[in-house]
């Protein structure tokens, strides 16, 4: 197993568009041919657009197109410069007057980051796409769905840190497996390779961590919306060759990449969504592309966090370690 680009898996062209005053963008994952997608909500408090199609029962045989925005729920507008965009370069159904792309998205709360009403619309979308198709160079951090990230925010938005979006790819042998996470989460981030607490909730002092899992516990008994605002959002794309509802369960394998990096993982509070897309360039087992799928989500959640600039008052990472 190696790392590689997350522009080097063929079939998927990636774009980001920002808006870094406002603290808030979008992030898109094209594929012109169209590929077989699954998604898995494990969150509480989930904000999707088109996920019902997704279901294996369900006709829906292709997805041109992915898109992961801040903004909240507002911030599902930015599909339709999506849309909009691919219509013009004739991706999607052929419907005979017209194409229609398939385009699912989830969005993440970053209304208390930079501006509350800056939010990714159609422009932004459309201009993510453009940002795809002229082969923008990926960045991790402040970028799309990641510009107003913030995480660990059970103590209150002043102890809370920076988050961010990040990626990364691993190939074995011809298998290749990536993942982009947009990470806005309520917990704390884990980076396991070190062995170590990356950001959290601070402590009051702000020089140290406190246990989010310990705080919520001690909160057993309060019913009231703590912590509201939380997500994380990631879309798997491989090479592999999956059916609907291989693709479905591959899903399901990127969230465990969630609860290895992030603890407490897919609370109530949380819309944790995870998209798998496949081009069907190889044939391979479920389990192979899973156990990739897993790490890779795991690992672009790290590179998230320790990717992300200090903006405001939610510290980075980088500048707290």
């Not at 792309?101 to 989830?106: F, L, R």
């Not at 940002?131 to 990641?146: L, M, R, T, Y």
């Not at 990626?167 to 982009?180: D, N, P």
């Not at 059916?243 to 990096?261: C, D, E, P, V, Y």
């Amino acid at each position: 197993m190696e790392e590689m680009s997350i522009g080097g898996i063929e079939g998927f062209k990636i774009g980001q568009a920002q808006d870094h005053e406002a603290a808030t963008g979008c992030t898109v994952i094209i594929c012109e041919k169209g590929a077989v997608c699954g998604v898995d909500v494990r969150g509480g408090s989930p904000g999707t657009r088109d996920t019902d199609a997704l279901d294996p029962i369900n006709n829906r045989e292709h997805v041109h197109a992915v898109m992961l925005a801040g903004g909240s729920t507002f911030g599902l507008d930015a599909a339709g410069g999506v849309m909009s965009f691919l219509e013009e370069k004739k991706i999607g159904r052929d419907v005979g007057v017209t194409v229609v792309p398939n385009v699912c998205a989830a969005i993440l709360f970053d209304l208390m980051c930079g501006r509350h009403d800056v939010r990714p619309d159609a422009k932004m979308g459309y201009a993510a796409c453009v940002s795809a198709f002229g082969g923008q160079n990926w960045e991790s951090g402040n970028f799309g769905a990641g510009t107003g990230a913030f995480v660990g925010n059970i103590c209150g938005n002043d102890r809370a840190m920076k988050g961010g979006i990040g990626s990364c790819a691993l190939e074995h042998g011809e298998l290749r497996v990536g993942a982009v996470a947009a990470v806005n989460c309520v917990g704390d981030i884990y980076d396991n390779m070190r062995g170590m607490k990356i950001a959290g909730a601070r402590s009051e002092n702000g020089t140290g961590f406190v246990d989010s899992e310990s705080v919520m516990l001690d909160k057993f008994n309060e019913s009231k919306d703590i912590f509201s605002g939380n997500t994380v959002l990631a879309c798997i794309i491989t090479n592999a060759r999956l059916s609907k509802a291989q693709a479905t369960k591959l899903a399901s394998h990127g969230q465990n990449g969630i609860a290895r990096a992030i603890r407490p993982a897919h609370t109530i509070f949380d819309g944790d969504t995870v998209f798998a897309m496949c081009v069907g360039a190889l044939d391979a087992t479920l389990d192979a592309v899973g156990i990739l799928a897993a790490r890779a989500v795991e690992h672009a959640i790290v590179d998230a966090i320790m990717s992300a600039d200090t903006f405001g008052k939610y510290v980075a990472a980088k500048d707290f370690l």
